[in-house]
């Protein structure tokens, strides 16, 4: 499991924010990890009428080994989404 110092920094703010010990919210953040391969999304997952399953669609994941974590409103634009996400994964 990666230790680096941004995953030890979510850790203890988590465990400061649960009121659990680190090594425990790091354990646990560890075991609930997903991510969504780049490649089995669709510009559809980003529209706000799509009512499929994204958890569907992720998988167990490392942490420290996920190339990024996109956050993002049902309000923003999904074409201007897709576009700047298919951008990124060409780098």
Known sequence: MDTSGETSAAALLSAQLNDVPADEALRA????F????????????????????????????????????????????ADAKWAVLREWARC
Request: aromatic residues 8%.
């Open 29 to 32: 953040g560890g075991q609930r």
């Open 34 to 77: 997903r991510c969504v391969d780049f490649r089995h999304l669709k510009k559809v997952h980003l529209r706000r009428s799509y009512d499929g399953d994204l958890h569907a669609l992720s998988q167990p994941a490392t942490l420290g080994l996920v190339d990024a974590f996109v956050s993002h409103s049902w309000h923003d634009d």
